[in-house]
């Protein structure tokens, strides 16, 4: 069962898999780590890597990670994270299983992916700019650390949330933008000493690399699932 589950995957892929399961292990070892952080790295990492191949289970996955993902910001006073978790990530996910589930194609079980409107594109990023001042002011009035970057990140989540409901290639894009965001969040109280958040850190590290790479590979399973679609 296991071995047919991942016959479609490449070395690249399995390595990855492994070693980034192993480091976050380590690394809450190491650096004395709590079990959810550990947990949060785990599965959101599992997650990324099941969303760049298109699996439409990186979604089931998805759900319990960002329960972890919330605890984590919640003891860490990013109170944006949070709240990007509990009414935007949540409901956006849900939205988005229903598309994938919708538009998958069942002999490989990836999600077919899709191409935006120019007018579409333009239309999300123009209600983003906007709302960012919208997520701001909420963030203030929590207190929130850390407050333009908490800001970014909760735009760039939206962005790439929505772009994944919509199975555009854009949500990569928007991915890797929240990856660096979010390195330069939980960067700042490791810099300050609190080394037992390294093992936090190293999530969004390892999601660059693997979104990086969910570009390249969803641009392949798209040319793909145009070739099958003109001989069909």
Same mark, same amino acid.
């Given at each position: ?102 538009? #998958? ?114 641009? #392949? ?12």
């Amino acid at each position: 069962m296991i071995k047919k589950y991942f016959k479609d995957w490449t070395k690249f892929e399995l390595s990855f898999l492994i070693i980034g399961l192993s480091l976050a292990i380590l690394f809450t070892i190491i650096f004395k780590g709590t079990i959810i952080d550990m947990c949060y790295t785990i599965l959101y990492f599992t997650t990324a890597l099941l969303m760049s191949k298109g699996k439409v289970e990186c979604y089931f996955v998805g759900f319990i990670s960002v329960f972890f993902y919330g605890i984590v910001s919640f003891n860490q006073s990013y109170y944006g994270e949070l709240l990007i978790t509990i009414f935007l990530t949540f409901p956006i996910m849900i939205v988005g299983i229903i598309s994938w589930l919708r538009n #998958r194609d069942k002999e490989d079980n990836t999600v077919i992916i899709n191409t935006l409107s120019i007018k579409e594109i333009i239309i999300v990023l123009i209600s983003q700019i906007v709302m960012f001042w919208l997520y701001y002011y909420i963030l203030k009035i929590f207190n929130t650390s850390l407050l333009i970057i908490s800001t970014c990140s909760v735009v760039t989540s939206v962005l790439a949330s929505y772009f994944e409901a919509r199975r555009s290639e854009l949500s990569l894009i928007s991915y890797i933008c929240n990856d660096l965001i979010l390195i330069s969040l939980w960067i700042t109280p490791v810099i300050q000493g609190d080394s037992t958040k390294i093992p936090v850190l190293l999530c969004p590290t390892l999601l660059l690399i693997n979104d990086i790479y969910g570009t390249y590979n969803w641009k #392949r399973l798209k040319k793909k699932q145009t070739e099958q679609s003109n001989q069909d």
